[in-house]
């Protein structure tokens, strides 16, 4: 039997909200949602430098109350872009390292006997947190990896058919390794459709390295970031966001996107509907984030790679050296599907 603290669960809690934050959980307005997204942004690339892409997708996934997964090599920044987006935010962290050895009571929690009071008590795991960052997540098995589940996808946690709610809002942040790297399992199907949406960070270029070793040589930048919203005003932030205008063209426009990658040759399993509802919901953050109060096109086209593509299996036959057959499938059905015009505002 493994012991729990073998699972080495971190927790990082966050400072106290303090009076000069802005904004409050009532509604806010254009001005009010850009000044504290900018100053989110702002708050985690002074820590990411030189992936403002990275870092936009992952505000995008947050304000659209979905999941992120951020897959690359080691070494790159994955967690630290988890963590910097943790800290930007005032609620609570914890950070869980998936080893192979992890249980899934360690992430839901347990029910202890109290000998005292002769009866069961709940012991609350690491889910239990408004932003849980989710460390190396395929490096623990399957069994582990679908604890995350009903957490994901219902915000509770069923213990001993007992339902507990999740903190809101709530955001899982996933860093994984590429499957060819050792040590690794593959997300099952169901894992990778909890997720809204999978990035990958890139190495840095020459510019940013050589800032990196110059700013990390005596210092931890994390140790400077301070948050700059508190929960309630993220939750302000998902309000203004969700109520974003989609035109019943572009709705229909993002069913027939999904559609298309269930009959796509190419592909053996399609975007699930999940998927479609995830990539209108980040669409409308998106030109939110753009300043517009309704959807355009290109937000979907520009969302779709990062939406969909770790969704679907490619048709077998395909997966050769060097091939990207997700991505050609896609950037063929955007090719195929027409796009609407003339959209109502």
Known sequence: MHATNTADVATTSTEEGSSSHAGSSGAIDAAEFARQTSAILASITAVIDGKDDAVRSA????????????????????????????????????????????????????????????????????????????????????????????????????????????????????????????????????????????????????????????????????????????????????????????????????????????SDPNLHLGASPRATLQLVRAAKVQAALDGRDYVIPDDLIALLPEVFAHRLIAARGLHRAGARPIEAALEGIVRRIPVPVGLPR
């Not at 395929?138 to 509770?156: D, G, I, V, Y």
């Not at 949406?197 to 994390?222: H, V, W």
Request: glycine share 4%; hydrophobic share 45%.
């Open 59 to 262: 505000l995008v996934c947050l304000l659209a109350e979905g999941h992120l997964l951020v897959e690359d090599v080691p070494g790159v920044g994955k967690t630290m872009l988890a963590r910097a987006l943790a800290a930007s935010i005032d609620a609570t962290v914890r950070r869980i390292q998936f080893t192979p050895d992890l249980l899934p009571g360690d992430v839901t929690g347990v029910s202890v006997y109290n000998p005292v009071a002769q009866e069961f008590e709940f012991k609350p795991g690491a889910v239990f947190a408004h932003i849980v960052i989710a460390d190396e997540i395929n490096r623990s098995s399957p069994k582990t990896q679908s604890a995350l589940l009903e957490a994901m996808e219902e915000h509770q946690v069923t213990v001993d058919g007992h339902s507990r709610p999740l903190p809101d809002p709530f955001l899982v942040v996933a860093t994984q390794n590429p499957l060819e790297m050792e040590g690794t399992y593959a997300l099952p199907e169901a894992q990778r459709d909890r997720f809204m949406m999978r990035i990958s960070m890139g190495y840095p270029d020459a510019a940013a390295e050589t800032l990196m070793l110059r700013q990390r040589d005596t210092a931890n930048p994390l140790d400077a970031i301070r948050p700059v919203l508190a929960a309630t005003d993220v939750r302000a932030l998902i309000t203004w966001a969700r109520a974003v205008h989609v035109a019943p063209a572009l709705e229909e426009y993002a069913v027939a996107l999904s559609q298309a990658t269930r």
